[in-house]
């Protein structure tokens, strides 16, 4: 077995941009979410070391002497960390000329040839899931012999065979041991959840096809694969009795609740835990499953409510109905569990009178907290296809900042890229900014010194975020 290095590089300052996050930025307030894909190679690859440089605040400068302690090195990189990425592989390869570096991830999978051959550090990049594509490297399968893999010959990208998606999922190891091995659980923030929370899958690949949503379209799929209910007990018992100090478990596969009997079997084997839980969810879970869930443990769901303009949830095929979305929050409120939702302003057919109608919707519906961002036009996704196609996307415009905040780089005729990049301001100020909301949050902060510390912290970093979109715009 090579000794091997899993590395989520340093990057923008407070930037979750790879092996956890689907939207890769710098966020409002200080968010991070675990790197669980990179975990999953490490706990497949024995002995190995999981490095997460933006959580822990690691500079290059303070990992690049391990260079010559490892003989592969494996970075998780995204669409606008990649250069930074790059240039990290090739000091790495500087220190250490012998040293095998592969780079996984949605953006290497959509744009393999221009990837691998943008730096001579890089000897490999892989396709979809590259679990066992890295554990047979590590191994010490020649690149030739992998599939899932494009590789240099001569400067030239070769391709190997594709990889077929896993099918069986509880024959990838358990991640939280790698947590407890390699990661600090404090460094782990997340503005809805408790606090230290964790993060981990039960299952890849999700039946909705949104057309903005990066890893179902790139290295997961759309057929939802889960594991046993028995295994994730498993390991959720180990997490339980080895990590003390969680207060909440966040399933993050992309939709939880996919399976409603699968979902319902495992609330109910969670219950018998005594842990407090949440999830992903799509707005159309039905009452009784939504009660089974309740009882037994659940806190909140994470739900995409996207927009309030149905005809843009048609656009973007989220499969949803605002009608049964409505339904669904008015349950959720009835027993008791609290929503996250998130919206996305400027997706194709958008207006200023269409934002104006889920800012609306957004405070009708009433979640607990939200998040607005901007369309992410990823490569590999049908709305970059549609955005290029249509000559929507701002071509010299990167995804974020040199700070790490996204960039509006989408363009209608009829609504520039300014105008969508002000409304996500004018949304939060609109929902947070009410007399109630701002009273029931202040409640809430009162009946907890340690929430009321957090919400000061996060209320001084969201405003400082709206200040600096503001200076910007």
């Given at each position: 077995?090579?000794?091997?290095?899993?590395?989520?590089?340093?990057?923008?300052?407070?930037?979750?941009?790879?092996?956890?996050?689907?939207?890769?930025?710098?966020?409002?307030?200080?968010?991070?979410?675990?790197?669980?894909?990179?975990?999953?190679?490490?706990?497949?690859?024995?002995?190995?070391?999981?490095?997460?440089?933006?959580?822990?605040?690691?500079?290059?400068?303070?990992?690049?002497?391990?260079?010559?302690?490892?003989?592969?090195?494996?970075?998780?990189?995204?669409?606008?960390?990649?250069?930074?990425?790059?240039?990290?592989?090739?000091?790495?390869?500087?220190?250490?000329?012998?040293?095998?570096?592969?780079?996984?991830?949605?953006?290497?999978?959509?744009?393999?040839?221009?990837?691998?051959?943008?730096?001579?550090?890089?000897?490999?990049?892989?396709?979809?899931?590259?679990?066992?594509?890295?554990?047979?490297?590590?191994?010490?399968?020649?690149?030739?012999?992998?599939?899932?893999?494009?590789?240099?010959?001569?400067g030239q990208p070769i391709h190997n065979k594709?990889?077929?998606?896993?099918?069986?999922?509880?024959?990838?190891?358990?991640?939280?041991p790698i947590y407890k091995e390699n990661l600090v659980t404090t460094d782990y923030y997340n503005g809805y959840m408790l606090h230290p929370y964790m993060s981990f899958y039960t299952g890849r690949g999700c039946k909705s096809h949104c057309s903005f949503c990066l890893w179902p379209q790139t290295i997961s799929g759309h057929n939802y694969r889960h594991k046993s209910v028995e295994n994730v007990i498993e390991e959720l018992t180990y997490a339980r009795d080895n990590f003390p100090e969680i207060k909440e478990f966040f399933f993050d596969d992309d939709t939880l609740t996919d399976n409603i009997p699968y979902v319902e079997a495992l609330a109910k084997e969670i219950g018998k835990l005594g842990i407090t839980w949440s999830c992903n969810a799509k707005a159309n879970v039905p009452y009784e499953t939504l009660k089974i869930m309740k009882d037994n443990g659940l806190r909140l769901l994470l739900v995409g409510y996207e927009s309030g303009n149905q005809q843009i949830l048609i656009n973007i095929k989220k499969g949803i109905r605002t009608d049964i979305a409505r339904q669904f929050t008015k349950d959720c409120h009835k027993l008791g569990i609290l929503i996250h939702g998130t919206f996305i302003v400027g997706l194709p057919g958008e207006t200023?009178?269409?934002?104006?109608?889920?800012?609306?919707?957004?405070?009708?519906?009433?979640?607990?907290?939200?998040?607005?961002?901007?369309?992410?036009?990823?490569?590999?996704?049908?709305?970059?296809?549609?955005?290029?196609?249509?000559?929507?996307?701002?071509?010299?415009?990167?995804?974020?900042?040199?700070?790490?905040?996204?960039?509006?780089?989408?363009?209608?005729?009829?609504?520039?890229?300014?105008?969508?990049?002000?409304?996500?301001?004018?949304?939060?100020?609109?929902?947070?900014?009410?007399?109630?909301?701002?009273?029931?949050?202040?409640?809430?902060?009162?009946?907890?010194?340690?929430?009321?510390?957090r919400r000061l912290r996060e209320g001084v970093e969201f405003f400082k975020f709206l200040f600096g979109r503001e200076s910007t715009a």
């Open positions: 077995m090579l000794k091997t290095l899993f590395l989520n590089p340093p990057s923008f300052n407070g930037f979750d941009g790879a092996a956890g996050s689907r939207y890769q930025c710098t966020r409002e307030v200080k968010s991070f979410w675990y790197p669980t894909w990179l975990a999953q190679l490490a706990a497949l690859v024995e002995g190995s070391r999981l490095i997460d440089a933006p959580a822990r605040g690691t500079s290059l400068e303070e990992i690049l002497p391990l260079a010559k302690d490892y003989e592969f090195l494996v970075m998780y990189t995204s669409t606008p960390s990649f250069p930074n990425d790059v240039k990290i592989a090739e000091a790495y390869k500087k220190e250490n000329p012998s040293l095998i570096i592969g780079f996984c991830g949605a953006h290497v999978a959509v744009n393999p040839d221009q990837t691998v051959t943008a730096s001579d550090a890089i000897d490999f990049v892989t396709g979809n899931e590259f679990d066992f594509t890295i554990k047979e490297i590590a191994e010490g399968k020649a690149l030739e012999d992998v599939d899932g893999i494009v590789y240099k010959k001569e594709d990889r077929a998606l896993i099918e069986d999922m509880d024959s990838l190891p358990p991640v939280t200023q009178e269409t934002i104006e109608e889920s800012i609306n919707y957004a405070k009708e519906l009433n979640p607990q907290t939200i998040q607005v961002s901007l369309p992410a036009a990823y490569p590999g996704t049908l709305l970059y296809k549609q955005a290029t196609e249509n000559g929507w996307l701002i071509v010299d415009e990167d995804l974020v900042g040199d700070d790490g905040v996204q960039h509006s780089v989408l363009n209608y005729p009829h609504l520039p890229s300014e105008e969508i990049f002000e409304a996500v301001d004018n949304f939060y100020k609109r929902f947070y900014f009410r007399p109630w909301k701002m009273a029931a949050l202040f409640y809430e902060m009162c009946r907890d010194w340690e929430i009321m510390k």
